[in-house]
Structure formats: structure tokens, C-alpha cells
């Protein structure tokens, strides 16, 4: 098996404990193990009875207009979460403007139609009579692309736009009939065709290629850009007549609804593998000739579908795992609207006659409801996982530990062979308030600000857990921390060790005076936090960090300053596994402690060193390239924030 393959199977397995451990639905907790954690409202754009444009959240905050003189009709929210792209009617004519979520200001583009975003949020795309234009997200213009298309779509990494044009001719359903399908290659400016397709298409990960339903056989089809070769990925018929094309989060599985079952068999597709799983006779349908995105809706870790039909309105959950479908609604005469992003919460519309429209959000996990009257459609702010957050997460992990599991480097994990949790978490200075975080056994990878330069090593931030275990202060924005008790969890070691320090030792020592360079490491830290001098011995002070003023141990300082074979994006090559230094660690915020701490069931004497993102461990009795180690902090933090 291939190496990208391993991981993502990996990562499917890593997802499964996600629903474990959380015991909910989706992303996040039914009711979090911590119950001093609040949950950030989420904020939703809806449109009132007179269509238009309000901010709100679903936690019952305050409310603001946004428009006044246009009769929104329709709104795309950025995958950055905050702004909206809206397209309005207004003296009789369509148009387009963006609305920031922070200052509730708008800005009129002209006419046009069909806003499509980039994944990031940066970038905008809309029809104006067949043109495309493109402005940034101030809505500034970029760039002009007269092709006479009809449907437009962003990769999600910027570099092209796929559209579609009328082609006439060959009909898969009377309305929906043969186009032209093309890419224009945004550096050049230069269009290129594919050929002819039906109905839906969709970006594979970040925009290597476009999968689309062939002119030729009405199957799936995929079209490499690199190449410019097209070929058939299914001998199937997607129904993208009725109903879209569904990405995965991380780009590695592609779900429809299959034609020759009227559209009631869903199917999922594994890029990589090319597996096949298909859950039939569904309850989905719609009377209309599209189904609504909210009637088929897949979590952004592609664990979890919620599928529905109307009328009445049944909702059914399918654990995309097993195949199993448990009923959430049934037999009610609201239409869905929405379904949050956390899968927990439906937001329904009643209409009575003569009457004001009414939606309603449903707590699925406590029943609770909550009324929004004169509200005719609303929709939450998106997840923060998008394409190029996983592409981020993966070339991170890839450069320090893909050659651990290729067998190209005999050494320790630097994040770990998987994550064990994917999910965004509220955070008050990301984009959106909300940013996206992936738990590995060492660490966590966040991405803050989606819009940021992709190419820079810090566009992946690595969370000062080590710092919030010990001060027993949880970070929730760059200035905004809950006060928490330190961790009562082993530094290093067995979970159950009794004799070695926890974190909430460490906190008695943050303060101590450096070690002098060059003097033999012989205190010993016990888990009441009294310190003694019969370590030991044979580990030195090597370097004093001015930032903290803590002397690293010269086992440590070795470590940090060692070579051998790392990920460049193309190849295995040698390089600096620490660059830059502090990226992975952070700096020093203790004195090297040798410990008595029970491993694999022994105690040893083991030396300990935390830095704000990391904790080191240096073990005699280890084989080399094992002796010194990470901490398994993601865990630690994990288990302490949420109860894992």
C-alpha cells in the first residue's frame, strides 16, 4: 500500500475515535466532559420576512440587519467564516455584494450571480452575463475571464476555476442537458476545455483535478490538470441532475446519489483505494427538481450523513461506518434548512397560511427547541476544516514523520503515527472564531487564520499546550485564557505512575533559577515538588535561553540541534529536524528534572524537560535514537480539557 494511503486509512481509524470519544454527533460533544467549557455561539446569516440580510448566532445572542434597500435571495457564506457572499434583486436587476460578519458593512459588487469562494476566503468568483469576475475578499477587483460560462466552482487552492457552459444537444433528464465543461488556469488567464458533462461537478482535494459525469457515458468521470488526461473513475451514474457532488473534508472521498436507484442509494467513493460502499434505500427526496444541500448533508470527517425526505419531513442519521441509520425526525411538516455544522442542532421552517414563518432549531441531543418568527431561511457559519487545512496538517506532519513510518529514519515520533481527533475549537482571534485543530499523540496542529500565507512554517501554529497543563490557564484567544487546575496527569511515563511529577508539579518549579552552563544535572523533582540532589548525574546545562531563562540539558540541546532524513514536499533528504528551533517546542519553561518514573511497568530514571509545546525525556536504559522522546502531550491535553 502506498504510503498516502496509509495515512489516510489511518486517519479514517484516527476519526473513528473522535465519535468515540466524544460520544455525539459530528465534530463536537453532546455535553463536554468539562462542564466549565462554554460553547461559543455559532453565528448564523438569515433572512428575514421582508428578504433581508441579518447576523446572528444560535445561542439566542443579539441580532443585526445588514441590508436594507436589497432583496437578498440568496447567500454563500466564506469557508473563512467571516463574511458572506450574497446575491440580491435590486431595481429589478441581480447582484452581488459581500457583508463582513465583524462590521456588518457591504459592499455592492454589481451584477451578477452565483458567488463561489475560495477555500481560504480570500478570493471571490461571480457570473456577470457569462463573464466571470473576480475580487478579493474587500471585494476589490482581480481579474476578468469572458468565457460565457454558466456554472462556476473555485479550486479550493485558488489556482484555477472550473465552469461549465451551454452546449445543447444531448439530454440526461429533460432539464438537465449536456454542457461543456473547463478550467481556467488563474496564473495564465488561459481557458482550457475538458469536454462535455452533465449537471454537478466538484475540485478533488485542493484542486488537482475535477471530477465531473461524462458527456460520453454519463459515469463519473476525472480529469487531471497536471496532465490533461481525463478518465473514468465509476462505471456509475451520479443523479448530479438532482442532486451535487459531496467533497470530504480532506478530499479523499467523493459521495452522490446514484441515478439508476432513483437517487436513493447514496454512494462513497475512496479516491485513493477506489472502495466502494453503498447505502441503499434511503428515505431522501424532495419535491422539487434539486435536492436542498441541507437533504444530504455529510460531516466535514466524513463519518456521519444525515439524508432527508419530505413530505412529511423524516430525518435519518447513517453512521457511514456501519451502515446504520437511526431516525432523528420523523413524520413533520417543516422543511429542514440547515443542519449545524456540529451535527447537532436542525433548523426547521414552518409556514402557515396567513401567517409569518417561523423557523425552529432543534437540539437533537437534548430536544430542546428555540424560535426565530418572520425567519424564512438561515444558514450556519461554516466549519473551519476545509481542503487546505488537511494539505496544511499533512505536509507539517509529512516533513518530521513521514520518514518514520516510510522506515527512512529509526527514530521517535515527533507528532505521532495519527491523529486522534479532528474538530475546530472556539477561539476568539482566529478567522471566524472558530479554528480548526488536529490532536496528535505529541501535539496539536491549529491553522488561525486561513487566509495567511500557506507557504509560511508558522501558517500551522503548534498549541502552547505544555503551558496551559502546568498554569492550569486554557487558551481561548490571544489574550483570553479560562482559569483551570493544572493537570493531575504523569508527565512521562504509564498513565498510572504514582511516584513521578505531574504537570501540576511542574508549576512549583516554573520560577527556579537556571541551571549554570556546564554544570552536571543532578536534581531530582518528586511528585510533592520538593527537589533533591541525588539524580543520577552524567546530563550537563548546555545552553541558557534568554527568552525564559532556563538552561536546556545537553541531551536536549543535542536533540535540538540534530540532522537526518526529512520530508522537502519531493523526496527523503537530510536536514535539520528542528527548523526552526524552537517551531516544535516552543521554549523552555523548566529546568531538566531527573524523575523515578514507572515505564512499561518498571520505574526509571528518567530526565524530564518541558517547553511550552513539547515535553522532553531523556532514558538512559532507551536503545539509541529512542533515548530522548516527546511527551505525549496531545493526550495529556486532551484528557485534561476533555475528559478523553
Not at 505531574?502 to 536534581?523: D, M, S
Not at 536503545?623 to 505525549?632: A, D, I, K
Request: glycine residues 10%; charged residues 15%.
Amino acid at each position: 500500500m502506498r504510503l498516502g494511503s496509509v495515512q489516510r486509512t489511518l486517519r479514517t481509524l484516527a476519526w473513528l475515535l473522535i465519535l468515540t470519544a466524544f460520544a455525539g454527533v459530528g465534530l463536537v460533544a453532546a455535553a463536554s466532559p468539562q462542564a466549565s467549557l462554554p460553547t461559543a455561539p455559532r453565528p448564523l446569516a438569515f433572512l428575514a420576512r421582508d428578504q433581508s440580510l441579518w447576523f446572528g448566532d444560535d445561542q439566542h445572542g443579539p441580532t443585526r440587519q445588514v441590508t436594507h434597500d436589497l432583496a437578498v435571495r440568496d447567500v454563500v457564506w466564506a469557508p473563512s467564516g467571516d463574511a458572506v457572499a450574497l446575491t440580491a434583486d435590486q431595481n429589478g436587476q441581480a447582484v452581488v455584494a459581500i457583508a463582513d460578519l465583524g462590521t456588518g458593512a457591504v459592499h455592492l459588487l454589481g451584477p451578477g450571480a452565483q458567488p463561489s469562494w475560495t477555500a481560504d476566503g480570500s478570493r471571490l468568483a461571480y457570473l456577470d452575463h457569462g463573464t466571470i469576475r473576480v475580487v478579493d475578499h474587500t471585494g476589490a477587483s482581480l481579474a476578468t475571464y469572458a468565457v460565457g460560462a454558466s456554472a462556476i466552482r473555485w479550486a479550493p487552492d485558488g489556482h484555477a476555476i472550473g465552469f461549465t457552459q451551454p452546449a445543447g444537444g444531448t439530454q440526461l433528464a429533460p432539464e438537465c442537458p449536456s454542457q461543456v465543461l473547463g478550467w481556467i488556469d488563474t496564473a495564465t488567464g488561459q481557458a482550457r476545455s475538458i469536454g462535455t458533462s452533465f449537471g454537478d461537478f466538484a475540485w478533488q482535494g485542493t484542486g488537482s483535478a475535477i471530477l465531473y459525469v461524462s458527456g460520453q457515458d454519463a459515469t463519473l468521470w476525472r480529469y487531471d490538470l497536471a496532465s490533461g488526461k481525463a478518465q473514468q473513475l465509476l462505471a456509475r451514474t451520479p443523479d448530479v441532475c438532482h442532486s451535487d457532488l459531496i467533497m470530504s473534508a480532506d478530499g479523499a472521498t467523493v459521495f452522490f446519489l446514484d441515478a439508476t436507484s432513483s437517487g436513493r442509494t447514496l454512494i462513497a467513493l475512496s479516491l485513493a483505494s477506489g472502495r466502494v460502499r453503498e447505502y441503499p434505500n434511503l428515505p431522501i427526496g424532495y419535491p422539487g427538481q434539486h435536492l436542498p444541500h441541507a437533504y444530504l448533508w455529510i460531516d466535514p470527517t466524513a463519518q456521519v450523513a444525515y439524508v432527508t425526505q419530505s413530505y412529511p419531513t423524516t430525518v435519518t442519521r447513517i453512521d457511514l461506518a456501519s451502515g446504520a441509520q437511526t431516525t432523528l425526525l420523523q413524520n413533520d411538516y417543516r422543511m429542514l434548512l440547515a443542519v449545524a455544522p456540529d451535527g447537532q442542532t436542525l433548523a426547521l421552517l414552518d409556514n402557515p397560511t396567513g401567517k409569518p414563518p417561523i423557523v425552529t432549531l432543534l437540539d437533537l441531543t437534548t430536544r430542546q427547541t428555540h424560535a426565530l418568527n418572520g425567519i424564512g431561511w438561515l444558514a450556519w457559519q461554516p466549519p473551519a476544516l476545509t481542503p487546505l487545512t488537511f494539505q496544511a496538517w499533512q505536509a507539517v506532519w509529512d516533513r518530521e514523520d513521514r520518514p518514520v513510518a516510510a522506515g527512512a529514519a529509526q527514530r521517535t515520533w515527533m507528532w505521532g503515527p495519527q491523529p486522534f481527533a479532528v474538530f475546530e475549537e472556539p477561539y476568539a482571534d482566529a478567522t471566524g472564531g472558530h479554528r480548526a485543530v488536529e490532536y496528535w499523540d505529541k501535539a496539536r496542529m491549529e491553522v488561525n487564520q486561513p487566509r495567511a500565507d500557506r507557504s509560511n512554517r508558522w501558517y500551522v501554529t503548534n498549541g502552547l499546550l505544555v503551558r496551559e497543563l502546568i498554569t492550569g490557564q486554557l487558551q481561548v484567544g490571544d489574550n483570553q485564557f479560562i482559569p483551570r487546575a493544572p493537570a493531575q496527569i504523569p508527565v512521562a511515563g504509564d498513565p498510572d505512575d504514582q511516584t513521578g511529577p505531574t504537570y501540576a508539579t511542574l508549576a512549583r518549579v516554573l520560577t527556579a533559577p537556571p541551571t549554570p552552563v556546564g554544570a552536571e544535572i543532578r536534581q531530582r523533582l518528586h511528585r510533592d515538588g520538593t527537589v533533591t540532589q541525588d539524580g543520577p548525574g552524567g546530563v550537563h546545562a548546555a545552553y541558557l535561553v534568554p527568552q525564559t531563562q532556563h538552561t536546556i540539558a545537553d541531551v536536549f540541546w543535542a536533540y535540538l540541534q540534530s540532522e537526518g532524513p526529512i520530508w522537502n514536499g519531493q523526496a527523503f533528504v537530510t536536514g535539520k529536524l528542528f527548523d526552526p528551533l524552537f517551531f516544535a517546542t516552543g521554549y523552555p519553561i523548566t529546568e531538566a528534572y531527573w524523575a523515578q518514573v514507572k515505564v512499561g511497568g518498571q520505574v526509571k530514571d528518567v530526565l524530564i524537560q518541558c517547553f511550552e509545546r513539547r515535553c522532553l525525556t531523556y532514558t538512559p536504559s532507551n536503545p539509541p535514537g529512542w533515548q530522548v522522546e516527546m511527551g505525549n502531550v496531545g493526550w495529556h491535553y486532551a484528557r485534561w480539557r476533555y475528559g478523553f
